[in-house]
């Protein structure tokens, strides 16, 4: 089993920028691709971008393409999420999945931990 803990998440002005990590503790962060997950107020939860587990494969949504960034260090057991240019419509709570399999894309039921989020407020 893997805990998960989000960070980093706060208020910005449009047009800044956040760094999110999400430190893993447990079984081998290695092992686990990872992902981050959105959810705004009265919204659908909305997948944002996914990385493999040895960072070979990324993927992102299409309303965060070109303005965000996810990494991971195996080394540090932590996933990271770089957020510029930042939008009022990005403003919800970030949550961070681990899945067990090597990648888990944007394919929800694969992933198997949760961390508890952190919200980011984007003011206009």
């Known amino acids: 089993q893997v805990q998960l803990v989000e960070s980093g998440g706060g208020l910005v002005q449009a047009g800044g920028s956040l760094r999110l990590s999400c430190e893993a503790s447990?079984?081998?962060?290695?092992?686990?691709?990872m992902g981050w997950v959105r959810q705004a107020p009265g919204k659908e939860r909305e997948f944002v971008a996914a990385?493999?587990?040895?960072?070979?494969?990324?993927w992102y949504a299409d309303s965060v393409k070109g303005r965000f960034t996810i990494s991971r260090d195996n080394a540090k057991s932590t996933m990271y999420l770089q957020m510029n240019s930042l939008k009022p419509e990005d403003t919800a709570v970030y949550y961070c999945?681990?899945?067990?399999?090597?990648?888990?894309?944007?394919?929800?039921?694969?992933?198997?931990?949760w961390g508890q989020g952190t919200q980011v407020t984007v003011s206009s």
């Open positions: 999945a681990a899945s067990s399999t090597s990648y888990g894309g944007a394919s929800y039921q694969l992933y198997d931990y």
């Open positions: 447990g079984r081998t962060f290695s092992r686990y691709g």
């Open positions: 990385i493999s587990r040895l960072s070979v494969s990324t």
